[in-house]
């Protein structure tokens, strides 16, 4: 028998069935054959009165957006398919970040202090072991989903919010002055539809056709007990060549219940790529030797796996009207990260404060609700860093290529300090620390990977980095003159304040 088998059905029969239904659905994707499914029609006909005013499908993060809008008195109707609650593992994310939950006024400072389940430092980044960087507060908070959600779900429906538990999303129906949704046994007519149900969404399905990603991060792990060590974490690590066109890196944190550990990989959708179970026995296989234990000593609580697929077109501009897609179902997370919780909470107030607007001045129009998820050059030029670290099919680079890249750009990192290395930790890339860095990564480093590159995407790369510095400046200019603006019309601010927004966010300049 595997490490797989032997080990995940020794208690966790279920996790070993789990993850050969994802397996079924990674393979799916790769061959081209995810389903895209009619779920959004049109209808010319006025829908009248409606019931609502926004109806967020997904409630596991579209109650952060659902509770944060029923606090500025919009009525808001909140569809989950299951029962809106947290997991069991850890949301890891910065303690800055965490702010925005009282400056929305959905938690107070104590109820933020108990939603923290775990904090350490310093956590530690290294693909040579004899050049580890150590960097503290970054990455460094385990939020308990269990306690986040309960409290959000508490203070949505005190405040009126409507939750549909137990309702799977159906269908919609765009109207020109709203949206009829067919949810479980309801139909709820409203003005907004917010789609929040993630990379997998029927309706992010339909807008996509079927199309494949053009990049996707592979993840497997695990939460255990009996490590020796567990004061300190990983943010990315690496200590293996290239494996099977492969570069495994590693993530670990300290849990509430022991310690979790991650391995995740960069790679295209093809159809020649490795299972999900060849990853988990891969995991197991190397998890000794990351973090000097014997897989007997360790007491497994749980398993972790799955896949995250990035498109080049995003964040996805839908084709209807009146629909916004929110976190992960929008595609707004760079190629490089796991989206999710973090990505969900750094746009939280932008959307809250987005939505707000485009309700009260109407702008609810395919061209208005675009500006909410507006291109970000910072995150498009993140597509030439996902790419030096994957390894096309039937390549045979050097076995070190990838983690020699990843030394010696850390290592000019480092030597810039904390205002270059943290916010790139924390996935936020700005124009001048990135312009410091480049320069002084070793050109031998950078030149063996260009044939894998290839001239177009250094074209595209060149003018999202030419953009990033025009954002910059942009975002700059613009709060200059942003007093002037309170004498516009409502849709004026809105198309004013959304342009802001794209300037600061796609520059890197929410960034604390």
């Known amino acids: 028998m595997s490490l797989v088998e032997t080990i995940l059905a020794q208690r966790f029969d279920h996790a070993?069935?789990?993850?050969?239904?994802?397996?079924?659905?990674?393979?799916?994707?790769?061959?081209?054959?995810?389903?895209?499914?009619?779920?959004v029609s049109q209808s010319s006909d006025n829908l009248g009165e409606t019931d609502t005013d926004l109806v967020i499908c997904g409630g596991t993060?579209?109650?952060?957006?659902?509770?944060?809008l029923q606090q500025l008195n919009w009525r808001v109707t909140l569809i989950e398919r299951g029962v809106l609650k947290g997991r069991e593992q850890e949301w890891n994310i910065s303690r800055d970040e965490l702010e925005t939950f009282i400056e929305l006024d959905l938690l107070t400072s104590k109820e933020l202090e108990i939603a923290i389940a775990t904090e350490y430092n310093p956590a530690?980044?290294?693909?040579?072991?004899?050049?580890?960087i150590w960097v503290k507060d970054v990455l460094n908070i385990g939020v308990d989903p269990v306690y986040l959600l309960e409290k959000l779900k508490q203070?949505?429906?005190?405040?009126?919010?409507k939750l549909l538990e137990n309702t799977a999303f159906g269908s919609a129906i765009v109207h020109p002055d709203g949206i009829t949704i067919k949810a479980g046994e309801q139909t709820i007519k409203t003005r907004l539809l917010v789609d929040a149900m993630g990379h997998f969404s029927?309706?992010?399905?339909?807008?996509?056709?079927?199309?494949?990603?053009?990049?996707v991060c592979v993840v497997v792990g695990s939460c255990a007990q009996g490590y020796p060590n567990n004061d300190t974490g990983d943010l990315i690590y690496s200590f293996t060549p290239i494996i099977n066109n492969c570069q495994y890196f590693w993530e670990a944190f300290p849990a509430q219940d022991g310690r979790t550990t991650y391995m995740f990989s960069y790679l295209d959708a093809n159809p020649a790529r490795p299972s999900l179970e060849y990853f988990m026995e891969e995991y197991l296989r190397l998890l000794p030797e990351y973090q000097n234990v014997e897989l007997e000593?360790?007491?497994f609580q749980r398993f972790l796996f799955g896949f995250f697929p990035a498109y080049k077109d995003s964040p996805i501009k839908l084709p209807f009207e009146r629909i916004l897609p929110v976190g992960d179902s929008a595609g707004g997370q760079s190629p490089v990260s796991f989206g999710g919780f973090g990505a969900m909470v750094r746009h939280l107030q932008r959307l809250t404060n987005g939505i707000d607007a485009a309700l009260n001045a109407d702008?609810?129009?395919?061209?208005?609700?675009?500006l909410l998820q507006p291109y970000q050059p910072n995150i498009s030029v993140t597509w030439l860093f996902q790419q030096t670290m994957s390894v096309p099919v039937g390549k045979q680079p050097n076995p070190q290529q990838i983690n020699n890249l990843m030394s010696g750009v850390f290592r000019v990192m480092e030597r810039l300090g904390d205002p270059v290395l943290k916010p790139f930790l924390q996935d936020v890339i700005q124009f001048i620390p990135l312009a410091k860095t480049l320069p002084l990564v070793n050109p031998k480093l950078v030149f063996p990977l260009l044939p894998q590159i290839g001239i177009?995407?250094?074209?595209?790369?060149?003018?999202?980095?030419?953009?990033?510095?025009?954002?910059?400046?942009?975002?700059?200019?613009?709060?200059?003159?942003?007093?002037?603006?309170?004498?516009?019309?409502?849709?004026?601010?809105?198309?004013?304040?959304?342009w802001l927004d794209a300037w600061k966010y796609g520059s890197g300049g929410d960034y604390n």
């Open 16 to 39: 070993l069935t789990n993850l050969r239904r994802a397996d079924q659905f990674w393979s799916a994707l790769k061959e081209g054959k995810i389903d895209a499914p009619e779920v």
């Open 61 to 68: 993060l579209g109650i952060l957006l659902g509770a944060a």
């Open 124 to 132: 530690r980044v290294g693909f040579d072991p004899d050049n580890e």
């Open 155 to 161: 203070k949505f429906l005190a405040t009126g919010g």
């Open 202 to 215: 029927p309706i992010i399905k339909q807008a996509r056709k079927g199309t494949k990603p053009e990049a």
């Open 297 to 299: 000593k360790l007491d």
């Open 363 to 370: 702008t609810l129009n395919q061209k208005d609700l675009a």
């Open 456 to 498: 177009g995407s250094l074209i595209n790369w060149s003018i999202h980095y030419f953009n990033l510095a025009l954002y910059s400046g942009l975002y700059n200019a613009g709060k200059l003159i942003k007093p002037i603006v309170k004498n516009l019309s409502p849709t004026q601010q809105y198309y004013f304040q959304r």
